[in-house]
């Protein structure tokens, strides 16, 4: 059984001498977009979205893309991993009937968001 996930890694205070190792390591783990850098210089984060298979959780996921990235990097470097589980996620669903219709309709002026923006 697959779970449809997107995972966001940051790695943070890594060699930036390791970096393509590092990147190479996410990249054999999980399906990753390109590396988004922080100007630090040793910091980076990935996310994107794949499939965690046989029986593997959240926790697990972490653990494997850590150890991986730790044998890249050569050394320790913190590795955050955020989870996200995109085959049940919540949703709001908002209907106006038409008495919101005639409401809204007798507003003054422009869109309250429309005015917020600078341009």
Do not use: Q
């Not at 930036?16 to 910091?43: H, M, Q």
């Not at 150890?67 to 590795?79: D, G, Q, S, T």
């Amino acid at each position: 059984m697959s779970r449809y996930y997107e995972m966001t890694v940051t790695i943070t205070k890594s060699n930036p001498k390791r970096k393509d190792a590092i990147v190479e390591a996410c990249l054999e783990n999980w399906s990753f977009d390109d590396p988004c850098d922080y100007a630090d210089g040793e910091s980076f984060e990935m996310s994107g979205r794949d499939n965690l298979c046989g029986g593997e959780d959240e926790k697990e996921f972490t653990d494997r893309l850590s150890e991986a990235v730790w044998k890249a990097n050569k050394k320790y470097c913190l590795v955050e991993v955020s989870a996200t589980y995109l085959e049940n996620v919540p949703c709001e669903h908002h209907t106006r009937n038409s008495e919101d219709y005639k409401r809204l309709m007798k507003r003054k002026g422009k869109c309250p968001r429309k005015s917020r923006h600078i341009n």
